[in-house]
Nanobody, 117 residues
Framework: QVQLVESGGGLVQPGESLRLSCAAS????????MGWYRQAPGKQRELVAG???????NYADSVKGRFTISRDNAKNTVRLQMNSLTPEDTAVYYC???????????WGQGTQVTVSS
């Protein structure tokens, strides 16, 4: 059973930064993709950033230039560095692991990020 544990969420002011971490209970070296999603109240869950096993990344347009996803295969961890946060970034952030290209994925429990003055 794959377990994902997110951490690093919290309350920050606009313009500040946070770094989220997602620790996996399995090796992520050959995992097809890992991603960060978020869900704000009353909205659908959306992809924020993803990283493939080859290191290539993709981002939602709303976070390009502000967020950076990275993976540390040695620590089975994926991180999301979030800079220049705005109130629109407020959401529960979820980590997702997809082992193979067309396989179902696994979700973490989520971590709350609140951006407010």
């Amino acid at each position: 059973q794959v377990q994902l544990v997110e951490s690093g969420g919290g309350l920050v002011q606009p313009g500040e930064s946070l770094r989220l971490s997602c620790a996996a209970s399995v090796s992520i070296v050959n995992v097809y993709t890992m991603g960060w999603y978020r869900q704000a109240p009353g909205k659908q869950r959306e992809l924020v950033a993803g990283i493939l096993s080859d290191g290539s990344t993709n981002y939602a347009d709303s976070v390009k230039g502000r967020f950076t996803i990275s993976r540390d295969n040695a620590k089975n961890t994926v991180r999301l560095q979030m800079n220049s946060l705005t109130p629109e970034d407020t959401a529960v952030y979820y980590c997702r692991l997809t082992p193979y290209r067309y396989s179902p994925g696994y979700w973490g429990q989520g971590t709350q990020v609140t951006v407010s003055s």
